[in-house]
């Protein structure tokens, strides 16, 4: 098929590498601007627009797709179907139309759970056991559109955001090629979505991750690998902001925040936990021993 991708993060890196291995022809890539970044604030390319760069494919920056102009340019590349992946602009009503069979979307969870931006933090920080990606038939809706195909993968116990964001950003690439093939030969049909059970995964808010040690043991673990290990759930010590990347149940009683002996056991408002891996501004993570060997919190220290 010749298909637009449309996608920015390196969630959606697999899946185009996907459809260029499947032989789908990608006659443009959009993706957002360079936005600048690091200590230099110089401006960076997105990982899709570097990784179309690299196969010498036509990449757009464009800021909306609300002008007239950017809608008839789309228009004009004359698709089979657009493929659209964490894509960051919302697509008005001539975009979604313009390609013959639309625009397909992969969403990272199991419709009509977590519609919205954040689906799989909000998955993790629920105590969800299951995840997954489905691919969708776009509509004007938030994340509304007809189920195409689906496929599912078990929130472990231990599992962090970000690995259920690789787990995913693999499943998705896998599943847009099946979909693909499966529209072409007429054996997928669109299937209306339910509105039973619908949740929404609103963007991550400023301060969110801070951590509440009122909280219990269990809500404050999910809490702590929701967040990482980006942006990383964060708790005060001595006026500075430390990460906690990994932790946990620990035996014990004390006052929320309360640490409780030498190795970073630390009292919640049900429950302690033990904090594994760490990390200060600015420095690497660290395994809690090598932390504490460059910086002691002793026991009876109150954390914020």
Known sequence: MRIAFMGTPDFSVPAFDALL?????????????????GRGQKERKSPVH???E??????????????????????????EVA???????????PILDAPRR???????SLLPRWRGAAPIQRAVLAGDTESGVTIMQMDAGLDTGPELLRGSVA??????????????????GGLIVDALA???????????QSEAGATYASKIARGEERIDWRKSADEIARHIRGFAPWPGAWFEADGERIKVLATEIADGRGKPGEVLDDGLRVACGQGVLRLLRVQRAGRSALDAEEYLRGRAVPKGTRLA
């Not at 472990?156 to 955001?161: G, Q, S």
């Not at 499966?182 to 299937?191: D, K, N, Q, S, V």
């Open 21 to 37: 291995a499947a032989g789908h022809e990608i006659a443009c890539v959009y993706t957002q601007p360079p936005r600048p970044a």
């Open 50 to 52: 570097l990784r179309a």
């Open 83 to 93: 493929v659209v992946v964490a894509y960051g602009l919302i697509l008005p009503q």
């Open 182 to 192: 499966g529209l072409e030969a007429g054996t997928i049909m669109p299937i209306p």
């Open 54 to 79: 690299s196969e010498s494919i036509a990449v757009r920056t464009p800021v909306s797709l609300k002008d007239p102009e950017a809608q008839a340019e789309f228009a004009a590349l004359e698709l």
């Open 155 to 172: 929130i472990l116990p231990a599992m962090n955001a970000g690995e259920l964001h690789d787990a995913l950003s693999e499943l998705g």
């Open 102 to 108: 639309g625009c397909i979307n992969i969403h990272a």
